[in-house]
């Protein structure tokens, strides 16, 4: 039998995948299982129209077994299977090679092709040296063996087999000095592999395990009985098969979903909030998130990696997948499964940008209300969650202008001089005097001496509220949303802007006590100008303020900035 030739675009992705993307060779299984699980589903849909199929759902299994001796693993089904045919479409080449034009133009970036997008059957030559697939499709009398060391190519024979389904034989390859693929052949390893990324594939995937246990006792006992041991083994299913996160919030205890974080995200403690969202629109997925109740010890160093775990109908494609969330809720943690995301690499590359994009904003959205539920009915727990990440809403805030900041303004919390106690600006908003025409905010280091300010007691003093920033992004995310919702006296929308009681004008002062500080100014001017000349290029002007109520004299900045933030800005490195 003449060996046929791979095709060209194949025998590239091939030879790139086994010779320069080995970062994570262990998804092979996950790819092989997929594909089994795939193929037992065509078989499944099939008996539901076809009596002669003669299965029903609990006869389908996908086996795993495992010849350590001679180092061989062997993945069967009794899926639909493939015919002579099918071999040769389905193995010989590859639909599509979106991933290779994909890889080679971005060559110099170390991007992980196989766990953005699974490359399919293929990745098996990452960790075997020959592959041997065996195969007889529902419906057809013969079996053919397919079977390739790699990028030659493969040959095609016919073979026995009695019932349909596809076995995949792996001939593991051998140890060598920089790579290790023992655990492709050992019984642990493979069943870590298999809860890590096929947990929740539907059907049993099983694994004959071997146990040990004590030999029964003899009867009667003799004197001198040491209990004897002996090996046995066992069919195991090794895959849980159904997603809490699949399941109604009802059916699952808080206790379960408090574990299942703490397990699948490292937590010693609960989280704060459990997110469970369903489909929406036209993105379809299952969701569980979870906000945490504190920060990471890495959450503000360049290791942390925000994303959430993407499964495509139950099977693990990502680990951290950051396009699922926006940056400003870079803390949310948690599980998309879609079943619109295939592990197709043709798809997958189409796909990628739609879907995850729909899913992603359906996700914004609802953690979003989720955290204004949490602020409008447990605002203790609000406040907790706050100081741990209020700061990435803030960024959020302000690192889009308009957008995010519409979207999150709801959500921020500042200190307020007159209540002594963190508000939202819709609070504070409420609160407004009719005459008031600002929202005023005093910026720097230390509440307390921003409270002592001349002009913060001639804000407080006129019966206004006062919020202190004491945040470096706090001012920034102010000014970039500009103003506030507010209704006007006829109640009426309208916007009410923030102010800076150190820069410009107030708005505290009535006509008259602004023109009397004119003149005043104007009386006093050789005076002022001695001053201003002994201050040499420290001032830019002096005059009579209507600031001061108690305090002899105040320095008041006159750019967009003030002069605390000066300050903050002054210390940035760069
Ligand atoms: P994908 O699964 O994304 O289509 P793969 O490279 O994993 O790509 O597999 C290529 C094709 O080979 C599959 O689409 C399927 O038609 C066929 N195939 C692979 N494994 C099996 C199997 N165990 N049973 C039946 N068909 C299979
Ligand atoms: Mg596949």
Redesign the pocket.
């Given at each position: 039998m003449a060996m046929q030739q791979f095709q060209a675009e194949s025998k590239k992705l091939m030879d790139l995948m086994i010779n320069s993307i080995y970062t994570n060779k262990e998804i092979f299984l996950r790819?092989l299982i997929s594909?089994?699980s795939?193929?037992i589903d065509k078989l499944y849909f099939k008996s539901l129209t076809d009596s002669s199929v003669g299965m029903n759902k609990e006869d389908f299994r996908i086996l795993l077994t495992l010849d350590k001796d001679n180092r061989i693993l062997t993945i069967s089904?009794n899926?639909?299977?493939?015919t002579r045919a099918?071999l040769e479409e389905?193995?010989g080449t590859i639909a599509h090679s979106g991933s290779l034009d994909f890889k080679q133009e971005n060559k110099d970036e170390n991007i992980d092709i196989i766990g953005q997008f699974?490359v399919?059957?293929?990745s098996a030559f990452m960790v075997a040296d020959k592959v041997t697939v065996i195969?007889r499709a529902f419906g057809s009398d013969e079996a053919w063996q397919w079977e390739s060391s790699g990028v030659e190519g493969y040959e095609l024979t016919p073979a026995e087999k009695e019932t349909p389904g596809?076995e995949?034989i792996l001939h593991i390859k051998s140890n060598t000095e920089t790579e290790q693929y023992d655990n492709f052949v050992s019984e642990y390893g493979i069943v870590a592999i298999v809860k890590k990324y096929s947990d929740y594939v539907r059907y049993p995937i099983q694994m004959e395990r071997t146990k040990s246990r004590r030999k029964p006792e003899p009867d009667p006992k003799p004197e001198d009985y040491t209990p004897e041991w002996e090996e046995y083994t066992e069919l195991e299913t090794l895959n849980s098969m159904i997603p809490i996160w699949k399941k109604q919030k009802s059916e699952v205890t808080d206790e379960e979903y408090n574990n299942f974080y703490k397990d699948k995200f490292s937590d010693y403690t609960d989280p704060a909030r459990v997110i469970v969202s369903r489909t929406e629109g036209t993105a379809n997925y299952n969701a569980l998130l979870f906000i945490p109740s504190h920060r990471p010890y890495d959450f503000y160093t360049k290791e942390y990696e925000k994303g959430l775990a993407l499964y495509a109908s139950g099977v693990l494609i990502m680990d951290k997948c950051a396009d699922l969330l926006p940056d400003y809720f870079s803390f949310v943690k948690g599980i998309v499964d879609s079943q619109d995301l295939?592990?197709?690499?043709s798809r997958e590359m189409l796909q990628k940008d739609s879907q995850l994009k729909l899913i992603h904003n359906a996700l914004e959205k609802k953690i979003k209300n989720e955290l204004n539920a949490m602020l409008v009915n447990d605002r203790a727990k609000y406040e907790e969650f706050w100081k741990e990440f209020g700061r990435q809403i803030k960024f959020g805030v302000y690192s889009d202008y308009g957008m995010h900041a519409e979207l999150l303004r709801g959500l921020l919390l500042f200190y307020s001089a007159k209540e002594q106690k963190m508000v939202t600006l819709e609070e504070y908003v409420e609160k407004m005097p009719a005459d008031q025409k600002y929202i005023y905010f005093a910026a720097g280091e230390s509440a307390d001496r921003l409270a002592k300010l001349p002009a913060a007691e001639l804000v407080l003093d006129k019966g206004y509220d006062l919020l202190l920033l004491t945040e470096d992004v706090d001012e920034f995310c102010l000014q970039i949303m500009r103003s506030f919702p507010r209704k006007d006296a006829e109640g009426k929308d309208g916007t009410v802007e923030f102010k800076n009681i150190n820069s410009g004008d107030l708005g505290l002062e009535s006509e008259e006590e602004k023109k009397a500080a004119e003149d005043a100014t104007a009386e006093n001017k050789a005076l002022f100008d001695q001053m201003k000349d002994a201050l040499a290029d420290k001032v830019k002007e002096v005059r009579v303020s209507t600031r001061l109520k108690d305090h002899p004299v105040c320095l008041s900045a006159d750019g967009p900035l003030s002069i605390e933030m000066e300050k903050v800005l002054a210390r940035q490195p760069g």
């Amino acid at each position: 039998m003449a060996m046929q030739q791979f095709q060209a675009e194949s025998k590239k992705l091939m030879d790139l995948m086994i010779n320069s993307i080995y970062t994570n060779k262990e998804i092979f299984l996950r790819e092989l299982i997929s594909n089994a699980s795939d193929a037992i589903d065509k078989l499944y849909f099939k008996s539901l129209t076809d009596s002669s199929v003669g299965m029903n759902k609990e006869d389908f299994r996908i086996l795993l077994t495992l010849d350590k001796d001679n180092r061989i693993l062997t993945i069967s089904d009794n899926g639909i299977g493939m015919t002579r045919a099918e071999l040769e479409e389905n193995l010989g080449t590859i639909a599509h090679s979106g991933s290779l034009d994909f890889k080679q133009e971005n060559k110099d970036e170390n991007i992980d092709i196989i766990g953005q997008f699974g490359v399919g059957f293929y990745s098996a030559f990452m960790v075997a040296d020959k592959v041997t697939v065996i195969s007889r499709a529902f419906g057809s009398d013969e079996a053919w063996q397919w079977e390739s060391s790699g990028v030659e190519g493969y040959e095609l024979t016919p073979a026995e087999k009695e019932t349909p389904g596809t076995e995949i034989i792996l001939h593991i390859k051998s140890n060598t000095e920089t790579e290790q693929y023992d655990n492709f052949v050992s019984e642990y390893g493979i069943v870590a592999i298999v809860k890590k990324y096929s947990d929740y594939v539907r059907y049993p995937i099983q694994m004959e395990r071997t146990k040990s246990r004590r030999k029964p006792e003899p009867d009667p006992k003799p004197e001198d009985y040491t209990p004897e041991w002996e090996e046995y083994t066992e069919l195991e299913t090794l895959n849980s098969m159904i997603p809490i996160w699949k399941k109604q919030k009802s059916e699952v205890t808080d206790e379960e979903y408090n574990n299942f974080y703490k397990d699948k995200f490292s937590d010693y403690t609960d989280p704060a909030r459990v997110i469970v969202s369903r489909t929406e629109g036209t993105a379809n997925y299952n969701a569980l998130l979870f906000i945490p109740s504190h920060r990471p010890y890495d959450f503000y160093t360049k290791e942390y990696e925000k994303g959430l775990a993407l499964y495509a109908s139950g099977v693990l494609i990502m680990d951290k997948c950051a396009d699922l969330l926006p940056d400003y809720f870079s803390f949310v943690k948690g599980i998309v499964d879609s079943q619109d995301l295939s592990l197709n690499i043709s798809r997958e590359m189409l796909q990628k940008d739609s879907q995850l994009k729909l899913i992603h904003n359906a996700l914004e959205k609802k953690i979003k209300n989720e955290l204004n539920a949490m602020l409008v009915n447990d605002r203790a727990k609000y406040e907790e969650f706050w100081k741990e990440f209020g700061r990435q809403i803030k960024f959020g805030v302000y690192s889009d202008y308009g957008m995010h900041a519409e979207l999150l303004r709801g959500l921020l919390l500042f200190y307020s001089a007159k209540e002594q106690k963190m508000v939202t600006l819709e609070e504070y908003v409420e609160k407004m005097p009719a005459d008031q025409k600002y929202i005023y905010f005093a910026a720097g280091e230390s509440a307390d001496r921003l409270a002592k300010l001349p002009a913060a007691e001639l804000v407080l003093d006129k019966g206004y509220d006062l919020l202190l920033l004491t945040e470096d992004v706090d001012e920034f995310c102010l000014q970039i949303m500009r103003s506030f919702p507010r209704k006007d006296a006829e109640g009426k929308d309208g916007t009410v802007e923030f102010k800076n009681i150190n820069s410009g004008d107030l708005g505290l002062e009535s006509e008259e006590e602004k023109k009397a500080a004119e003149d005043a100014t104007a009386e006093n001017k050789a005076l002022f100008d001695q001053m201003k000349d002994a201050l040499a290029d420290k001032v830019k002007e002096v005059r009579v303020s209507t600031r001061l109520k108690d305090h002899p004299v105040c320095l008041s900045a006159d750019g967009p900035l003030s002069i605390e933030m000066e300050k903050v800005l002054a210390r940035q490195p760069g």
